[in-house]
């Protein structure tokens, strides 16, 4: 296990992405929650967006913001089923760096606390890529929820910290 070093930073800049071809910004309950959690711990959301669910269109819009200055993590919500369109994993899981399976492993069994077996076509990801956490949630307002304020919340300062570049590493 990796030793946490330096202090945490008290605030972090927020991506939420909704992938969803029938929906809205202010229909978008599960990304609300997203956003309620991180903003529950002051932390600041930087850009909140709704994109379409090609598989181009996803990994076009994920590799930008991670490459932004101003994002610390990034919240995907959406697309992660199981249905042939749902893609948003499959688009996200070659810009991962490494992998942080403990995610799932550990949402997955929150989510059969709550759901029971159906946690079998649930599908979500967890990573870092180019230095910045990636968590890709299912597009259900109770998962998101749990998933954010169970677990990516608390942990997020850490896994910044954690990920960022060292002193004198070349970006």
Do not use: W
Not at 31 to 54: P, Q, S
Not at 63 to 82: C, K, L, N, Y
Not at 109 to 126: C, K, M, N, P, W
Not at 160 to 168: H, V
Request: charged share 25%.
């Amino acid at each position: 296990m990796t030793e946490d070093t330096g202090e945490l930073p008290e605030t972090v800049g927020v991506a939420v992405v909704t992938v969803s071809s029938e929906s809205s910004l202010e229909d978008d309950a599960a990304g609300g929650a997203i956003v309620a959690a991180f903003e529950a711990a002051d932390h600041e959301i930087v850009t909140r967006e709704l994109i379409g669910r090609a598989h181009d269109n996803v990994q076009a819009k994920i590799s930008r913001v991670v490459g932004r200055d101003d994002i610390d993590v990034v919240v995907t919500v959406g697309g992660t089923g199981i249905e042939p369109r749902d893609a948003t994993l499959e688009a996200v899981r070659p810009l991962i760096d490494k992998e942080l399976p403990a995610f799932l492993d550990l949402f997955h069994e929150l989510s059969y606390a709550d759901i029971g077996t159906q946690v079998v076509s649930s599908r979500a990801l967890a990573g870092i890529a180019e230095g910045i956490p990636v968590f890709c949630l299912p597009n259900s307002e109770t998962a998101t929820r749990l998933a954010c304020e169970e677990i990516i919340v608390p942990e997020t300062p850490r896994l910044t910290t954690l990920s960022g570049p060292e002193d004198g590493d070349e970006e």
